[in-house]
């Protein structure tokens, strides 16, 4: 009887644990990506640097953000998460501690573009291609919870952070921030493992229903370069450019066009925090969408939602209104980067979903490159930054255009 009663208490598994880091580290990691906008117009009222100078930092960091995690993608296929969470853990720490200290345009580039550009690799193509092993009928719910971190850092992180730039300046703030993400990044990577096989599990806690899974179709097993010979993997490089453009110019310029429209910097914080308040409900309700609908569709609402929030925006001159673009925007973002993992997986399968995923997300890095430092160009040339956000909603819709033609690979079934 003992035996039987220990054999029915439910076990825990493990994918929980995966889950729950890769929230943290989305939090830490997003977060900390988030105070830039707070730190910019510290930068430009205590050195006079140019807003195309100071977001060409950002954009810098996006890019070779982007570029890392290609490799970062195609070695966690191979070593798994732990020591690249470690390694991007201290980039990323070192580089804010060292923030601290610039007097020069030429170190934050190297700083924040480099260092920083560096840590941030790995918290989404590390995070979510792990979350994508561990799970297969709950992927896009799971990998909502883990978005969701990054909406918490969003929303909690730059009112901290604004608190203490009021209480102990910008560069006591770096260094603060800097000493928090070192120790929190490097203790949370122990816990994270490739995949549930090599702890002797399954996806999902399942047993026997995912040997069997006689009644669910096999999932696609796509080499890097087969995928790269479909219309299909260019369609979504394509479209993260184009989200990424949006989503990132607005990260880093919607508090200096708060502040331009008249609101203190603590409102203007608040907008950004707003966006992040918000987009932890379109994390979870798009991650969850994703499992019933797909990709494709749980996309184009993402896209119908940013268009509207974009088009929005061309009249928000007051604070309330900037909060309700705020909301509205937010729900997108969080949609955005909650589905694209998913998305992945469905058409490409899990056997090179870290080198695949990692190429699409160094696309929008690139296009996360360009929208910050063209925008703050439009800004530095026309005192407004009326005609750049009319251009994203342009972007937006080239990238709703191109998601409606994605279409699921034909005989997807083997790798090769």
């Not at 919870?145 to 730059?158: C, D, E, S």
């Not at 097993?221 to 990132?248: G, K, P, V």
């Not at 749980?298 to 309330?320: D, E, G, H, K, R």
Request: include cysteine.
């Amino acid at each position: 009887m003992k035996i039987l009663k220990d054999n029915m208490i439910p076990r825990y598994f493990y994918g929980y644990n995966i889950v729950a880091g890769g929230f943290i580290i989305q939090a830490a990691c997003i977060g900390a990506m988030f105070t830039y906008g707070i730190f910019f117009m510290e930068f430009q009222a205590e050195f006079g640097w140019s807003r195309a100078t100071i977001s060409g930092a950002s954009s810098l960091s996006f890019l070779i953000m982007g570029a890392v995690g290609v490799l970062a993608g195609r070695l966690n296929d191979r070593i798994g998460p732990r020591v690249l969470i470690t390694a991007s853990g201290i980039s990323l720490g070192l580089g804010y501690l060292l923030m601290s200290r610039i007097q020069e345009p030429w170190q934050i580039y190297l700083l924040y573009g480099g260092l920083a550009g560096i840590g941030f690799s790995t918290h989404d193509v590390v995070t979510l291609s792990t979350v994508a092993r561990w799970f297969v009928k709950r992927r896009g719910m799971m990998s909502g919870i883990v978005k969701v971190g990054t909406g918490t850092g969003q929303f909690v992180v730059p009112l901290i952070v604004t608190l203490l730039v009021a209480a102990y300046g910008w560069r006591n703030s770096y260094l603060i921030i800097g000493g928090a993400i070192l120790v929190i990044l490097v203790a949370v990577a122990q816990i994270m493992r490739r995949d549930p096989q090599g702890m002797g599990l399954l996806p999902d806690d399942a047993g026997d229903e995912v040997r069997g899974a006689g009644n669910r179709d096999p999932e696609p097993d796509i080499s890097l370069r087969a995928a790269a010979r479909t219309s299909q993997f260019w369609i979504i490089c394509l479209s993260e450019f184009a989200t990424f453009l949006c989503l990132l110019t607005m990260i880093v310029h919607i508090i200096p066009h708060g502040t331009d429209i008249g609101l203190p910097l603590t409102t203007a914080a608040g907008v950004l925090s707003t966006i992040g308040g918000m987009s932890l409900l379109g994390r979870i309700v798009m991650g969850t969408a994703n499992d019933r609908i797909g990709g494709k569709r749980s996309l184009i609402i993402c896209y119908a939602v940013l268009i509207s929030a974009l088009i929005f925006l061309q009249t928000a001159n007051q604070a309330w209104m900037l909060l309700l673009f705020a909301a509205v925007y937010g729900f997108a973002h969080g949609g955005f980067f909650t589905v694209m993992s998913p998305t992945v997986a469905e058409l490409f399968g899990i056997g090179s979903h870290g080198a695949i995923f990692g190429i699409v997300l160094f696309s929008g890095m690139i296009g996360g490159a360009i929208g910050p430092v063209l925008t703050g160009l439009f800004f530095d040339m026309m005192g407004s930054y009326q005609t750049a956000f009319i251009v994203l909603i342009g972007v937006a819709i080239s990238g709703l255009i191109l998601i409606s033609l994605l279409r699921p690979l034909q005989g997807a079934g083997q790798r090769r």
